[in-house]
């Protein structure tokens, strides 16, 4: 193939991609407008009625991006406590040595384990301990949907995360060993703050795939329209709303649906646009 | 030299130290070093400088696989049998590239040390440590206005000061020093050369370097290795006027290295 061919089927499949994300785009706004146009853009994100009944229907998105949001961020808060040791195993205590790239594998397989496999773990795992508890009389709500989600998103932040750490200059590190400091103190004073910016949008970049994460959620959010009293209520995420009623919906409701997904993928982006932002900022 | 009383501060005794088992990167090294004094160690690429002069504050044990034997005795006490923080804070380490932290200010570099250890000091303390820090690389004047910026923000030569005195704050016995000027141009490499002299009425120095005028100014005593082995250790007039070793000479005439 010559040069020129080459790259003209490079731009082509580049060009797929760029009209494939434009035409899905186009198609959820399209496809939301009714909705917007109906109960109007603001009052739609700030309302949290779900009504189906016929004649009196209306429907808000707020109850779910509400429970978007507490679910995301509990799960970051489950995830921190065990990925943040992970990424400085691999990044620093193991740094360069077999381990490190062993637990390195295991951590990057948790990302191919399949979102339903998390979602049984967590009904039949998590749940009887979240009923034993007297957390919920069910079992199911946000405290169950949260940890799964949290573990789901271990290997986004610890790997970056990892990355990062592995990135502090050798001779900071050097420096602050020669004036007698512990490794604890290296970590604690040099390492931590020096990649402190990268692992926070590495912590951004798990938002971004814990507000879209749906199957496991849906199987343990316990599935309730309202916006939920306390972590111990069950709730509904954006993505779950969506997996439990799109089948049964046309008209308004399915234009309410595909509404509150176009709002999902441009927070979703935003997520993503700003930590990769502050990846950038910081030149690495 | 004026000081007719020697006083060792240092002494390596039969040292090896080897990357790969059974191939010494250092081999058999016995020297005195004088408290008070500026040894310098000089000697071709790869033939064991810096090697030696980490194993004075224990950085070895930081990476795995390397092996010291032999005796090493700070102020007569053992080295290897010390407490390695404790040995490091003894012998302050100022490193090829200048290293300030960069997410520290100046301030807050020279008192690194401090913080790092997690010793507890007085803001008063603090100023006065940082001040006189300051003041003994000659910086003070330079930056007094402006201790809160980064210390990253320096031109590399203040940055190296900014490294000794970091390296000072904590009072060490001996400061090793290696190859503390290559990164820098003519004017900062001078100012710390007369720094340096400065420095030996508070602190016995160690310098590594690939610089031979370097060394032929400013130091008592020089130190020179060739593969592994101490070639030759003597008052830097004697080394630079009457070599005893052909080696020596040849390297000190540029003949190689
Ligand atoms: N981390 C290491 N692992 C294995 N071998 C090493 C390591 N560091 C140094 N060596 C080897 O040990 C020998 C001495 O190295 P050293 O760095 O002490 O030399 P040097 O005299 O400081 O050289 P230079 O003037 O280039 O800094 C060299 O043969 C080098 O290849
Ligand atoms: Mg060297």
């Not at chain 1, 004036?179 to 703050?193: D, S, W």
């Not at chain 1, 938002?207 to 749906?214: I, N, P, Q, S, V």
């Not at chain 2, 210390?151 to 030569?157: R, V």
């Not at chain 2, 970091?166 to 820098?184: F, G, N, Q, W, Y």
Request: proline share 4%.
């Amino acid at each position: 193939m010559s040069d020129k061919a080459f790259k003209t089927l490079l731009w082509f499949a580049a060009s797929i991609i760029l009209i494939i994300t434009g035409g899905m785009l186009y198609s959820l706004t399209s496809g939301a407008i009714p909705a917007f146009k109906q109960f109007g853009f603001f009052e739609f994100l700030s309302s949290s009625e779900w009504n189906p009944t016929e004649g009196s229907e209306k429907y808000g998105a707020l109850a779910f991006i509400i429970g978007t949001i507490i679910t995301s961020i509990l799960g970051i808060l489950f995830c921190l406590p065990f990925s943040l040791p992970v990424a400085l195993f691999i990044g620093e205590y193991f740094k360069g040595k077999k381990i490190a790239s062993l637990l390195g594998t295991i951590v990057d397989l948790l990302a191919g384990i399949p979102s339903i496999v998390y979602g049984l773990w967590g009904f039949y795992a998590l749940r009887p301990i979240i009923m034993s508890l007297g957390l919920s009389p069910q079992g199911f709500g946000i405290l169950t949907a949260s940890p799964v989600l949290g573990i789901m998103i271990i290997p986004y932040a610890a790997s970056l995360s990892a990355e990062f750490i592995r990135m502090v200059p050798n001779d900071l590190k050097e420096g602050a060993y020669s004036m007698g400091a512990t490794r604890a103190e290296v970590i604690q004073h040099i390492i931590l703050p020096i990649s402190g910016s990268g692992i926070f949008s590495s912590y951004i970049l798990a938002l971004g795939r814990a507000l879209g994460e749906t199957m496991a959620v849906t199987m343990l959010i316990g599935n309730a329209n309202g916006i939920p009293n306390s972590i111990f209520d069950t709730g509904n995420t954006m993505a779950s709303i969506i997996a439990n009623q799109f089948g049964e919906a046309y008209g308004l409701k399915l234009s309410s649906l595909i509404a509150v997904g176009l709002l999902l993928f441009l927070i979703t982006a935003i997520i993503n646009f700003i930590g990769k932002l502050i990846i950038k900022r910081n030149n690495l | 030299m004026e000081n007719t009383i020697k006083e060792n501060i240092l002494t390596l005794k039969d040292v090896c130290i080897s990357y790969t088992p059974g191939q010494n990167a250092v081999n058999m090294v016995t020297a005195d070093i004088q408290k008070g004094l500026i040894t310098s160690i000089m000697g071709p690429s790869g033939c064991g400088k810096s090697t030696l002069l980490r194993a004075i504050n224990r950085m070895h044990e930081l990476y795995p696989g390397i092996t010291i034997t032999g005796d090493i005795k700070l102020n007569n006490k053992d080295i290897l049998k010390m407490n390695a923080i404790e040995v490091r804070r003894m012998a302050g380490m100022v490193f090829q590239r200048p290293n300030p932290f960069p997410t520290l200010s100046i301030y807050d570099n020279v008192i690194a040390g401090y913080t790092l250890n997690g010793i507890k000091k007085t803001k008063d303390e603090k100023d006065e440590i940082v001040e006189n820090s300051l003041k003994n690389v000659a910086l003070w004047d330079e930056v007094k206005d402006v201790l809160q910026k980064k210390g990253t923000f320096l031109s590399g030569g203040q940055q190296q000061r900014l490294c000794i005195a970091r390296a000072l704050a904590l009072k060490p016995d001996i400061l090793l020093m290696d190859e503390p000027t290559s990164a820098l141009d003519p004017i900062a490499t001078n100012r710390i050369e007369e720094l340096l002299v400065e420095l030996k009425k508070e602190v016995t120095i160690v310098i590594v370097t690939h610089n031979m005028s370097q060394a032929a100014r400013i130091s008592d005593y020089s130190m020179f290795m060739y593969l592994g082995d101490l070639i030759e250790y003597d008052t830097t007039k004697k080394m630079f006027t009457n070599p005893q070793d052909k080696r020596t000479e040849e390297y000190l005439t540029g003949k190689f290295g």
